[in-house]
């Protein structure tokens, strides 16, 4: 079943532009050029979008390959399939690596097992935060500046090779 979904490198130095096209080629298995623009939010760096498709899973790895680089800011999106929850991986240099499962509308979901463990575990007081944290809210604080200097930037779309 194939996947779809966006990485949206949303601030990268420009000597890391050229790894970032081959750890995406190497999970998408085609070669990848992305258009990149300057990123307004933060001088000296550059963005980049693509959307992409292959096999359900993908975006987690494409998360995985673009974590080798811990100065990037990046998003990786997968939309659901039949059977397979969507997914939002996102990545801050201060804060590491995030997961959330997504809705069909793109909303992150909270898991019943989640939500249980939150509430067996934690004093009242520090609920909001830890559900804060399964929302990945400190991600998107950090993030919104960036999606924001983003608005109009061109996409490359991409698809697996079959």
């Not at 601030?11 to 532009?17: E, H, I, Q, R």
């Not at 298995?29 to 963005?47: D, F, I, M, N």
């Not at 989640?114 to 998107?140: E, I, K």
Request: with cysteine; glycine share 12%; proline share 7%.
């Amino acid at each position: 079943m194939n996947a779809r979904g966006v990485v949206y490198v949303h601030s990268s130095p420009t000597a890391v532009c050229p790894h970032v096209e081959w750890a995406i080629s190497g999970v998408l298995g085609t070669k990848v050029s992305l258009h990149w623009t300057p990123q307004v939010a933060v001088h000296g760096q550059l963005r980049a979008e693509c959307t992409w498709s292959g096999p359900a899973g993908s975006g987690g790895a494409l998360a995985g390959a673009l974590r080798a680089w811990p100065m990037l800011r990046f998003e990786v999106t997968e939309e659901p399939t039949p059977g397979v929850d969507g997914e939002r991986f996102c990545h801050v240099p201060n804060l590491g690596l995030w997961n959330g499962r997504t809705s069909a509308n793109g909303d992150i979901v909270v898991a019943e097992d989640q939500l249980r463990a939150v509430l067996a575990s934690t004093a009242t007081a520090q609920v909001p935060g830890r559900l804060n944290d399964l929302l990945g809210s400190a991600w998107d604080e950090a993030l919104e500046p960036f999606r924001l200097a983003g608005d109009g930037a061109p996409v490359t779309w991409l698809h697996q090779v079959g």
